[in-house]
């Protein structure tokens, strides 16, 4: 390949580099896509920079993002350019994963050929181009769930022939253990597949890929937890201090900080390579963090405020906090923000901050196939308490997550949604009575059900704007809105010009005050305005939420939804750029 970069550019292969990196090490599939997007723009020709970023989609668990760009590319003819090389291969075999990936969301009903689909695909890929230990146990494995045992077992006994073969290390012990499933001996696999976990090379990615096929499997063979076990757990934590009653009491001793070591030693004794999630506000967050650091945790901040009014709440605590504020900030991993505007310790910022935290730590948890942790802090003087549970995400009412409004001027958490329709323009005057009949009485039809929950509805031309009391609610306004937009249903009533509706929604902190023009209560603020930027970006019959709404519905509402990644998208008018994902339906039936 051309590894070259114009000047001012990156070379293709650093770029490359720094995705294995990420992959490697972190399993962070979306800061992956994230660098691998970064690669594409400036050598949108590298088909290797295209795999490694449909995979990260894969791995994330954007099948259907994934789908749709891998079509765009055989459309293309960029697929068929590769003529049969090993990249080629390799995108046939992503091919066969995502027919794999479709599977485990599908109805019962739709599974099993989904699975043959795929075992099929990846024995192509094995007989055509790739004989190689990979395609052929993930051909096994697939026969296996769509119920061919013979076939099955023929492809498990020539990937363990493959992997026996080749130079011992992480991937093809894995096959081997793999393979001892399928052909019934559990015991067998059980050590291979530790023996495979121990390997110094064996990173956080891989073996979240090989839990998750082992789950699958031992689920599918009645097997217990023995093939999980032995592949270790990875941990995802979120720390949790109350904020009304830690930060007072926390006094920064050396006192302090050998009870907090000690504590934290003993609810997280695997700290290397944790995902932990932390808001850094006060000296006792600060004394964490430094101490997650030191033991090479994976520091995610989930922040109120801005970095700003963070560092000017902190440094209200004294100069050191602030040096040791900053010196957290360098190490760590990723920082996400509920809101640029306000004050780092406004009630409502916080109240979304811990909703976030927790969110994120259950996407997180999930895309490691790993258990959830959220550790409770009690701080009195110089005594720190940890006392972990397990995080589940499950269904919540509002009335679980925040207590009653505070009366105005206090800003209120509320999801935020803005639809435009596409193809409006292009109707002629006689169309506008039907427009307004069909389009916009389908919108007011659709959210009807949801009753006061919209708290405020308001429309102009061929524009929505909602506000809305909940997150899930608002994510099952936004799906009732698209529902309503089906092109035989626009076709039906006379608009077949009308073309989709494009929806963005976002969460956070906003202002009540009365219109003294339309006479209402209205919402301002500039989360609103962050909203309004998100729509126009989106693609029409789609549906973009930023990552704070999808953390907090994934808090708020389990797994209802599903949010998979686009990227980091730039927001319309030079508003800036965020994290932003496409909402769905998660699997049918839940």
Same mark, same amino acid.
């Given at each position: 390949?051309?590894?070259?970069?114009?000047?001012? /550019?990156?070379?293709?292969?650093?770029?490359? #580099?720094?995705?294995?990196?990420?992959?490697?090490?972190?399993?962070?599939?979306?800061?992956?896509?994230?660098?691998?997007?970064?690669?594409?723009?400036?050598?949108?020709?590298?088909?290797?920079?295209?795999?490694?970023?449909?995979?990260?989609?894969?791995?994330?668990?954007?099948?259907?993002?994934?789908?749709?760009?891998? *079509?765009?590319?055989? *459309?293309?003819?960029?697929?068929?350019?590769?003529?049969?090389?090993?990249?080629?291969?390799?995108?046939?075999?992503?091919?066969?994963?995502?027919?794999? +990936?479709?599977?485990?969301?599908?109805?019962?009903?739709?599974?099993?050929?989904?699975?043959?689909?795929?075992?099929?695909?990846?024995?192509?890929?094995?007989?055509?181009?790739?004989?190689?230990?990979?395609?052929?146990? !993930?051909?096994?494995?697939?026969?296996?769930?769509? $119920?061919?045992? *013979?076939?099955?077992?023929?492809?498990?006994?020539?990937?363990?022939?493959?992997?026996?073969?080749? =130079?011992? !290390?992480?991937?093809? @012990?894995?096959?081997? $253990?793999?393979?001892?499933?399928?052909?019934?001996?559990?015991?067998?696999?059980?050590? =291979?597949?530790?023996?495979? *976990?121990?390997?110094?090379? %064996?990173?956080?990615?891989?073996?979240?890929?090989?839990?998750? #096929?082992?789950?699958?499997?031992?689920?599918?063979? $009645?097997?217990?937890?023995?093939?999980?076990?032995?592949?270790?757990?990875?941990?995802?934590?979120?720390?949790?201090?109350?904020?009304?009653?830690?930060?007072?009491?926390?006094?920064?001793?050396?006192?302090?900080?050998?009870?907090?070591?000690?504590?934290?030693?003993?609810?997280?004794?695997?700290?290397?390579?944790?995902?932990?999630?932390? /808001?850094?506000?006060?000296?006792?967050?600060?004394?964490?963090?430094?101490?997650?650091?030191?033991?090479? %945790?994976?520091?995610?901040?989930?922040?109120?405020?801005?970095?700003?009014?963070?560092?000017?709440?902190?440094?209200?605590?004294?100069? &050191?906090?602030?040096?040791?504020?900053?010196?957290?900030?360098?190490?760590?991993?990723?920082?996400?923000?509920?809101?640029?505007?306000?004050?780092?310790?406004?009630?409502?910022?916080?109240?979304?901050?811990?909703?976030?935290?927790?969110?994120?730590? @259950?996407?997180?948890?999930?895309?490691?196939?790993?258990?959830?942790?959220?550790?409770?802090? +009690?701080?009195?003087?110089?005594?720190?308490?940890?006392?972990?549970?397990?995080?589940?995400?499950?269904?919540?009412?509002?009335?679980?997550?925040?207590?009653?409004?505070?009366?105005?001027?206090?800003?209120?958490?509320?999801?935020?949604?803005?639809?435009?329709?596409?193809?409006?323009?292009?109707?002629?005057?006689? +169309?506008?009575?039907?427009?307004?009949?069909?389009?916009?009485?389908?919108?007011?039809?659709?959210?009807?059900?949801?009753?006061?929950?919209?708290?405020?509805?308001?429309?102009?031309?061929?524009?929505?704007?909602?506000?809305?009391?909940?997150?899930?609610?608002?994510?099952?306004?936004?799906?009732?809105?698209?529902?309503?937009?089906?092109?035989?249903? @626009?076709?039906?009533?006379?608009?077949?010009?009308?073309?989709?509706?494009?929806?963005?929604?976002?969460?956070?902190?906003?202002?009540? $005050?009365?219109?003294?023009?339309?006479?209402?209560?209205?919402?301002?603020? /500039?989360?609103?305005?962050?909203?309004?930027?998100?729509?126009?970006?989106?693609?029409?019959?789609?549906?973009?939420?930023?990552?704070?709404?999808?953390?907090?519905?994934?808090?708020?509402?389990?797994?209802?939804?599903?949010?998979?990644?686009?990227?980091?998208?730039?927001?319309? &008018?030079?508003?800036?750029?965020?994290?932003?994902?496409?909402?769905?339906?998660?699997?049918?039936?839940?």
């Amino acid at each position: 390949m051309d590894t070259s970069g114009a000047a001012g /550019t990156t070379p293709v292969e650093t770029w490359l #580099q720094r995705v294995h990196e990420v992959r490697r090490r972190e399993a962070d599939y979306l800061k992956m896509y994230d660098l691998a997007q970064r690669g594409l723009a400036e050598h949108p020709e590298s088909m290797e920079l295209q795999y490694q970023a449909l995979l990260a989609l894969a791995r994330a668990g954007a099948t259907n993002r994934a789908q749709a760009r891998l *079509a765009d590319l055989v *459309a293309k003819g960029r697929i068929a350019a590769l003529a049969g090389g090993s990249l080629s291969n390799e995108f046939a075999a992503l091919s066969a994963r995502l027919f794999k +990936d479709r599977a485990v969301e599908a109805a019962a009903a739709e599974q099993r050929a989904l699975l043959a689909q795929s075992a099929a695909a990846y024995e192509t890929v094995f007989q055509n181009g790739n004989p190689s230990y990979y395609p052929a146990i !993930n051909a096994a494995s697939m026969w296996f769930l769509a $119920g061919d045992a *013979a076939r099955s077992k023929a492809m498990a006994a020539e990937a363990l022939r493959l992997a026996r073969a080749e =130079t011992e !290390n992480y991937w093809s @012990l894995a096959t081997e $253990g793999e393979a001892l499933v399928l052909l019934d001996d559990t015991m067998g696999a059980v050590a =291979t597949l530790r023996r495979a *976990a121990s390997l110094p090379a %064996a990173g956080q990615d891989e073996i979240a890929a090989t839990r998750k #096929q082992m789950r699958w499997l031992s689920n599918a063979k $009645g097997l217990g937890r023995e093939l999980i076990d032995a592949l270790g757990e990875p941990v995802v934590a979120c720390f949790l201090p109350d904020r009304a009653a830690a930060a007072p009491r926390f006094d920064g001793s050396d006192a302090a900080r050998i009870s907090l070591e000690r504590e934290l030693d003993r609810v997280l004794p695997r700290a290397e390579g944790a995902a932990v999630y932390v /808001t850094l506000l006060d000296p006792l967050d600060i004394c964490l963090a430094e101490a997650l650091i030191a033991r090479k %945790a994976r520091l995610n901040l989930v922040q109120p405020a801005s970095e700003e009014a963070c560092l000017e709440w902190v440094s209200a605590k004294g100069a &050191k906090w602030a040096d040791a504020y900053r010196r957290c900030l360098d190490g760590k991993n990723s920082v996400s923000v509920v809101t640029e505007a306000g004050a780092a310790d406004e009630l409502t910022s916080l109240t979304l901050c811990l909703e976030q935290k927790m969110g994120l730590t @259950l996407l997180r948890a999930e895309a490691l196939d790993a258990p959830a942790q959220r550790i409770a802090i +009690d701080a009195r003087g110089d005594a720190i308490a940890f006392t972990p549970a397990p995080l589940v995400a499950r269904k919540r009412s509002r009335a679980d997550m925040a207590p009653p409004d505070p009366p105005p001027p206090i800003r209120v958490k509320r999801a935020l949604v803005f639809g435009d329709v596409k193809g409006f323009s292009t109707l002629a005057e006689r +169309d506008m009575q039907g427009f307004l009949d069909h389009v916009i009485g389908g919108f007011g039809d659709a959210l009807e059900p949801f009753g006061a929950a919209v708290e405020y509805a308001e429309t102009a031309g061929d524009g929505i704007y909602l506000v809305v009391s909940g997150v899930g609610t608002a994510a099952r306004c936004c799906l009732a809105l698209q529902e309503t937009m089906r092109p035989e249903r @626009l076709k039906r009533v006379g608009l077949p010009s009308v073309q989709g509706l494009r929806i963005g929604a976002h969460v956070g902190p906003v202002s009540r $005050g009365y219109d003294r023009v339309t006479k209402r209560e209205k919402f301002f603020g /500039t989360e609103i305005i962050r909203t309004a930027r998100i729509e126009p970006v989106t693609e029409v019959g789609a549906i973009y939420v930023t990552e704070q709404f999808a953390a907090t519905l994934y808090c708020e509402a389990g797994g209802e939804f599903r949010c998979e990644y686009v990227g980091i998208q730039p927001m319309a &008018k030079g508003y800036g750029a965020c994290r932003m994902y496409s909402l769905r339906r998660s699997r049918p039936g839940e």
